[in-house]
């Protein structure tokens, strides 16, 4: 019998022979951000203090490896952090997807002139390569890079070749897939050119290696390549493309997924993610159904067996044993670049067949981790989310930082509207409840979504131009509501069902002025640890209610990080626990009265009542996510400097 490997590229290269691959049908699909405009809230908040964030970098401070190891003479000194180290010229490539990812969901043209700037330089720098090569690559990486070519391949681990070259084809995937964010995105026609002469250049190096080889190769860190080449075939038609994506099949991970095996303890989580984007891609591109069983198994492993209440994963970056979340609590526990990859693969799965439970996962990272990333003073942004009980958040700097995170960091505020809605022929879809107006080309129609969710429990959709239109609109009535999800058109009751779990289908002829008004109910529930029932996170709709314990960092210490390790010794304060009689964990928090989504412990006696927020409004403060809940005989037997006593 062949290897799995053998048997899927035997089949994509009869498929090859025979024609074009049929790409796979979608049952949804996202609106171009162009169409989606965020209103006033939290997330158009983050979106534009991002934007002055990105504004406030030198293009020229980021081309400064690409121009001096081209020959060229540099314009700015280089930025510090990574971007001095192996992996330079990664921000770069993040920067390009970001600028170009803003400028298509506002259309400032202050980030077109950057994009069109960029491209021009990384341009000439390919021009003095001469081989299609571009990027920020040190000697050491390059040469590495480029010794592939010849068969020299030495992995001295998961993230280095012989030497200590540190990841190249993770860094050019940067690169790559930034320039054809520019030519997509951006508009800009000359960033197809030097993606194509990047992409000729990938096949260049692997194409006469033999499988061996190739296997040893992908044993190091080589992030998207097999998305983005997968990518330049679906957008250009051409099949050497896909084979060469091809190349980037990862064995020794994606098989065990491929026969629905979970062997992710011990892997380095955000290594793999990508792995698997590319293989829903490879799916989409061909119609293969290996790619699409390999995204929904490893989906559903990441999602239901090793993710934390806030939609992250990982310890240290690495995954762990089932059943052991409860020692694994750490100050680096899920790593942000992670999340910002597992919402792409959510993204694909939803296109395929919308269901709540993609979106419930969504709605949860998006809020509770990737939002609660950026720093609201200086917009930077968090490497590590640390879960362990009274620490607090470590942001990087603005420009002596630079590490993966921040690279994903840039880009996630610039899509918080990708997902909101969905559409289909004629149905549009209604994820996420997040203020925003869309453009739905096909039926005519502008629809307007206001809401203080999750403040506030309702949820207004109105049709502020166009029609009428014959469709229906698909509402996500979430799996963790407390009840139906209640509906009105135009003031009167509907009766359409609202079955947690499920989409509410309201279908009728959508004229202006007209309103949806659904309500979402919401009330605290408790999410224990699978293998610690008495250590619970508190959740109120999607939102994830954080403790707040008081200023943090320790004195003299700085929130603010060069390297991403540096607070990670420094103690956390203590935690209260949780003492209860008979009644719910749920009952021991009493919601403000004032309005914000805030809530309190009822009958803290040592030494205060303590508030919970949402997780992604605390920022500077020391917090804890997950509490010890102990009957009053346990408690006996614990010194604790504090008690919660229902």
Same mark, same amino acid.
Request: net charge negative; aromatic share 10%; hydrophobic share 40%.
């Given at each position: 019998?062949?290897?799995?490997?053998?048997?899927?590229?035997?089949?994509?290269?009869?498929?090859?022979?025979?024609?074009?691959?049929?790409?796979?049908?979608?049952?949804?699909?996202?609106?171009?951000?162009?169409?989606?405009?965020?209103?006033?809230?939290?997330?158009?908040?983050?979106?534009?203090?991002?934007?002055?964030?990105?504004?406030?970098?030198?293009?020229?401070?980021?081309?400064?490896?690409?121009?001096?190891?081209?020959?060229?003479?540099?314009?700015?000194?280089?930025?510090?952090?990574?971007?001095?180290?192996?992996?330079?010229?990664?921000?770069?490539?993040?920067?390009?997807?970001?600028?170009?990812?803003?400028?298509?969901?506002?259309?400032?043209?202050?980030?077109?002139?950057?994009?069109?700037?960029?491209?021009?330089?990384?341009?000439?720098?390919?021009?003095?390569?001469?081989?299609?090569?571009?990027?920020?690559?040190?000697?050491?990486?390059?040469?590495?890079?480029?010794?592939?070519?010849?068969?020299?391949?030495?992995?001295?681990?998961?993230?280095?070749?012989?030497?200590?070259?540190?990841?190249?084809?993770?860094?050019?995937?940067?690169?790559?897939?930034?320039?054809?964010?520019?030519?997509?995105?951006?508009?800009?026609?000359?960033?197809?050119?030097?993606?194509?002469?990047?992409?000729?250049?990938?096949?260049?190096?692997?194409?006469?290696?033999?499988?061996?080889?190739?296997?040893?190769?992908?044993?190091? &860190?080589?992030?998207?390549?097999? +998305?983005? %080449? #997968?990518?330049?075939?679906?957008? *250009? @038609?051409?099949?050497? =493309?896909?084979?060469?994506?091809?190349?980037?099949?990862?064995?020794?991970?994606?098989?065990?997924?491929?026969?629905?095996?979970?062997?992710?303890?011990?892997?380095?989580?955000?290594?793999?993610?990508?792995?698997?984007?590319?293989?829903?891609?490879?799916?989409?591109?061909?119609?293969?159904?290996?790619?699409?069983?390999?995204?929904?198994?490893?989906?559903?492993?990441?999602?239901?067996?090793?993710?934390?209440?806030?939609?992250?994963?990982?310890?240290?970056?690495?995954?762990?044993?089932?059943?052991?979340?409860?020692?694994?609590?750490?100050?680096?526990?899920?790593?942000?670049?992670?999340?910002?990859?597992?919402?792409?693969?959510?993204?694909?799965?939803?296109?395929?067949?919308?269901?709540?439970?993609?979106?419930?996962?969504? &709605?949860?990272?998006?809020?509770? +981790?990737? %939002? #609660?990333?950026?720093?609201?003073? *200086? @917009?930077?942004?968090? =490497?590590?989310?640390?879960?362990?009980?009274?620490?607090?958040?470590?942001?990087?700097?603005?420009?002596?930082?630079?590490?993966?995170?921040?690279?994903?960091?840039?880009?996630?505020?610039?899509?918080?509207?990708?997902?909101?809605?969905?559409?289909?022929?004629?149905?549009?879809?209604?994820?996420?409840?997040?203020?925003?107006?869309?453009?739905?080309?096909?039926?005519?129609?502008?629809?307007?979504?206001?809401?203080?969710?999750?403040?506030?429990?309702?949820?207004?959709?109105?049709?502020?131009?166009?029609?009428?239109?014959?469709?229906?609109?698909?509402?996500?009535?979430?799996?963790?509501?407390?009840?139906?999800?209640?509906?009105?058109?135009?003031?009167?009751?509907?009766?359409?069902?609202?079955?947690?779990?499920?989409?509410?289908?309201?279908?009728?002829?959508?004229?202006?002025?007209?309103?949806?008004?659904?309500?979402?109910?919401?009330?605290?529930?408790?999410?224990?640890?699978?293998?610690?029932?008495?250590?619970?996170?508190?959740?109120?709709?999607?939102?994830?209610?954080?403790?707040?314990?008081?200023?943090?960092?320790?004195?003299?210490?700085?929130?603010?990080?060069?390297?991403?390790?540096?607070?990670?010794?420094?103690?956390?304060?203590?935690?209260?626990?949780?003492?209860?009689?008979?009644?719910?964990?749920?009952?021991?928090?009493?919601?403000?009265?004032?309005?914000?989504?805030?809530?309190?412990?009822?009958?803290?006696?040592?030494?205060?009542?303590?508030?919970?927020?949402?997780?992604?409004?605390?920022?500077?403060?020391?917090?804890?996510?997950?509490?010890?809940?102990?009957?009053?005989?346990?408690?006996?037997?614990?010194?604790?400097?504090?008690?919660?006593?229902?």
């Amino acid at each position: 019998m062949k290897a799995p490997t053998a048997c899927l590229l035997a089949l994509l290269a009869a498929t090859l022979r025979a024609g074009a691959p049929r790409p796979a049908p979608e049952a949804a699909a996202p609106f171009p951000l162009a169409d989606v405009r965020l209103l006033d809230g939290p997330f158009r908040t983050a979106m534009l203090r991002n934007a002055d964030y990105l504004l406030s970098l030198e293009p020229d401070r980021l081309l400064h490896n690409f121009r001096e190891f081209a020959g060229l003479p540099p314009r700015a000194p280089r930025y510090g952090g990574w971007e001095g180290a192996g992996v330079a010229g990664h921000t770069l490539g993040h920067y390009l997807t970001a600028i170009s990812q803003q400028y298509a969901a506002t259309g400032d043209p202050r980030f077109k002139s950057r994009i069109d700037y960029i491209v021009g330089e990384l341009a000439l720098c390919q021009d003095a390569y001469g081989d299609g090569y571009v990027g920020g690559l040190p000697p050491l990486e390059l040469a590495t890079l480029r010794g592939f070519k010849r068969g020299v391949i030495e992995p001295a681990g998961p993230h280095n070749f012989k030497g200590g070259a540190w990841v190249p084809w993770y860094t050019e995937h940067k690169v790559l897939n930034g320039l054809k964010d520019a030519w997509i995105l951006g508009g800009n026609q000359q960033a197809r050119a030097v993606a194509l002469r990047l992409a000729d250049f990938a096949d260049a190096v692997t194409r006469e290696l033999e499988p061996g080889q190739l296997q040893a190769m992908l044993s190091v &860190e080589h992030g998207g390549m097999l +998305d983005v %080449l #997968a990518q330049l075939y679906q957008l *250009t @038609g051409e099949p050497r =493309y896909l084979q060469v994506s091809r190349r980037f099949y990862h064995e020794a991970v994606l098989n065990p997924l491929l026969a629905g095996r979970d062997e992710l303890p011990g892997k380095h989580a955000n290594t793999q993610i990508p792995k698997v984007i590319g293989e829903a891609r490879t799916y989409e591109a061909t119609g293969e159904p290996a790619g699409r069983a390999i995204a929904e198994f490893f989906w559903a492993q990441v999602v239901r067996h090793h993710s934390y209440a806030i939609g992250g994963d990982s310890d240290f970056e690495f995954f762990f044993d089932e059943g052991l979340t409860s020692h694994h609590l750490s100050p680096g526990t899920a790593e942000t670049c992670n999340t910002y990859n597992m919402l792409k693969l959510t993204e694909h799965l939803m296109a395929w067949e919308p269901r709540v439970e993609l979106a419930d996962y969504y &709605e949860r990272a998006l809020y509770n +981790d990737i %939002l #609660a990333s950026q720093d609201p003073d *200086t @917009g930077t942004f968090t =490497y590590f989310m640390s879960l362990e009980p009274g620490l607090f958040k470590t942001f990087s700097t603005p420009t002596e930082s630079f590490w993966c995170c921040v690279g994903t960091g840039m880009e996630n505020p610039t899509k918080y509207n990708a997902a909101i809605f969905l559409r289909s022929a004629d149905s549009i879809y209604v994820n996420l409840f997040i203020p925003s107006e869309v453009t739905w080309r096909e039926k005519g129609l502008v629809l307007r979504l206001e809401s203080a969710y999750p403040r506030e429990d309702t949820v207004r959709l109105a049709v502020s131009s166009g029609g009428p239109a014959w469709a229906t609109v698909r509402v996500r009535c979430p799996g963790w509501a407390a009840g139906p999800v209640s509906f009105e058109v135009n003031g009167a009751p509907l009766s359409a069902p609202g079955v947690p779990g499920t989409y509410a289908a309201i279908t009728r002829d959508w004229r202006p002025g007209d309103v949806l008004s659904f309500r979402v109910p919401m009330a605290v529930r408790t999410e224990a640890l699978a293998d610690d029932a008495r250590k619970v996170a508190f959740l109120f709709g999607p939102a994830v209610l954080a403790g707040d314990l008081g200023p943090g960092p320790a004195p003299g210490v700085s929130p603010y990080a060069h390297d991403q390790r540096d607070n990670l010794e420094f103690p956390p304060v203590p935690v209260p626990v949780l003492i209860l009689g008979d009644g719910p964990a749920e009952s021991a928090l009493v919601r403000s009265p004032d309005g914000p989504l805030a809530f309190t412990t009822a009958g803290l006696d040592h030494p205060r009542d303590v508030v919970l927020r949402p997780f992604w409004e605390i920022s500077h403060d020391r917090y804890t996510v997950y509490w010890d809940v102990m009957t009053a005989e346990q408690w006996r037997y614990r010194d604790a400097p504090a008690v919660i006593r229902q």
